[in-house]
């Protein structure tokens, strides 16, 4: 649109260049609304270009860097911080993985219920349900190293 270079070669005062600066910056910053909300009614890109002006390339590439600034932000489901997206990646859901943990635990019933599964403890004999994995085979860390501790002592 405007080129900041063209005021920089002129023989102006430092005055004389913020305002124009000042009057480009805000030309500018018009173009991109009406840009926008040409193409919220419905507009192509040709005809927002007819209709404002603006060169094709200019509109499209106003129009995109548009669209990435809005998908680009998500709100945490926890704490409900703002927080950059990547563009092309999975939508993230949580800021954090402390906010993911915390956000699972205290919404168990939002799990997948398919993956629960009953089970019998190989060392204390205990049914209990475990999340995720088929092949879990002691109820907690104790009794695993209970186990570890037996298999070591027979040798």
């Not at 260049?17 to 018009?30: C, G, N, P």
């Not at 704490?79 to 943990?101: A, I, V």
């Not at 205290?106 to 049914?127: M, Q, V, W």
Request: positive net charge; contains cysteine.
């Amino acid at each position: 649109m405007y080129n900041y270079r063209y005021i920089e070669n002129k023989q102006l005062t430092n005055e004389e260049k913020k305002f124009l600066k000042k009057v480009f910056d805000r030309t500018i910053k018009e173009y991109k609304e009406t840009i926008i909300k040409l193409k919220e009614k419905g507009l192509g890109y040709k005809a927002i270009s007819r209709e404002t002006g603006v060169s094709l390339g200019t509109v499209k590439t106003t129009i995109r860097r548009e669209e990435i600034k809005k998908e680009s932000t998500g709100t945490c489901k926890c704490c409900g911080m703002n927080f950059k997206q990547t563009p092309g990646h999975r939508q993230k859901t949580f800021c954090s993985d402390n906010c993911r943990m915390k956000w699972w635990n205290s919404h168990p019933e939002e799990r997948n219920k398919k993956a629960y599964f009953d089970f019998i403890c190989l060392s204390c004999g205990r049914t209990f349900k475990g999340y995720g994995k088929k092949e879990r085979k002691y109820c907690c860390k104790e009794c695993y190293e209970k186990s570890r501790k037996k298999v070591k002592s027979n040798d």
